[in-house]
């Protein structure tokens, strides 16, 4: 079956999907976006995707296509049209279609784009049960990373790297030494004493969403958060690690640069939260 696309007030299968080649989000990757989660036909954390996505173009100085409301019908037909009960939502907005200039063009109508494709949770699932491998490699990323822009090309060379050394993410170290997150990913570890850390969003990292719900699930389980610092070092001596996103839930990490975190195998946070996570969805 082909997929249908949303594009620019049209839905379209995806073979006869285009926007235009002066698009600024092709030539400057002047563009925003978000990556939901469906799970039994309903979004995950949407009204957070939204509002993440309305503070990204409003950052950027960038119209909304569309409103709210509206962009939650089209988001809904979408799926209904894809048949998609499992799978991951895709929206990109860009600044559209302008003469070749860096500064913003006066005028510009703002382009979007809506996929959706399926994803086997089960597959996610049965990947967390073994956990994955994972390399460290230098965050040489610009200073706006709280902005979900499609300017993605560090993150494109940490996941390329850290594929081509055998791991399945990258882990991104900023010059200090200390983790910021990874190359799509937010990063945790749960230290010897028990407690769950990851970065804090003040640090130029991206404020996950994934990140915010599975911090609320841990605290309503009674598990200890402390968001701050931890270099690599820490991470290498954790009971445990593991990564979030809206794709992934909670990715046990059971090897960094080639060493065992804890017993190499999946650990009982990880697995109690991934547990968790996957009994959560919109109301
Ligand atoms: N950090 C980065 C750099 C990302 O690209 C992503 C996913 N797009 C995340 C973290 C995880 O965010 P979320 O939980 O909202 O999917």
């Known amino acids: 079956m082909s997929r249908i696309v949303y594009v620019n007030g049209s839905y379209v299968p995806t073979s006869e ?54 962009m939650r019908l089209v988001l809904k037909e979408v799926i209904r049209r894809n048949r998609v009960a499992d799978g991951f939502l895709y929206l990109q907005v860009t600044r559209g279609e302008a003469v070749r200039d860096h500064a913003f063009p006066e005028v510009s109508i703002p382009s979007f784009v809506v996929t959706c494709r399926r994803l086997s949770f089960d597959a996610v699932r049965a990947r967390a049960a073994k956990g994955v491998a994972a ?105 445990e690690m593991f990564f979030t996103s809206s794709t992934s839930c909670a990715m046990p990490i059971v090897e960094l640069d080639g060493q065992k975190i804890g017993d190499g195998t999946p650990g009982p946070v990880a697995q109690r939260l991934i547990d968790a996570y996957f009994s959560y969805t919109d109301d």
């Not at 010897?192 to 990851?198: A, H, I, P, R």
């Open 135 to 239: 390399s460290t490699q230098p965050d040489i990323r610009w200073g706006r990373c709280d902005i979900k822009s499609t300017s993605l090309l560090p993150n494109i060379l940490a996941k390329q790297a850290a594929r081509e050394a055998g791991a399945f993410e990258a882990v991104l170290v900023d010059k200090d030494g200390f983790v910021t997150e990874g190359s799509s990913t937010n990063i945790w570890i749960v230290t010897k004493d028990g407690k769950l850390q990851t970065r804090t969003i003040e640090d130029n990292i991206l404020a996950g969403i994934t990140r915010a719900r599975v911090k609320t699930i841990a605290e309503g389980l009674q598990m200890a958060v402390e968001e701050g610092r931890f270099t690599v070092e820490d991470a290498k001596d954790a009971q």
């Open 17 to 70: 999907a285009y926007v235009h080649i002066n698009d600024r989000g092709y030539q400057f990757a002047d563009g925003v976006y978000e990556g939901v989660s469906v799970r039994g036909g309903k979004t995950i954390d949407l009204e957070p995707h939204l509002d993440r996505l309305w503070r990204s173009m409003t950052e950027l100085d960038m119209s909304a296509p569309m409103g709210r409301a509206p």
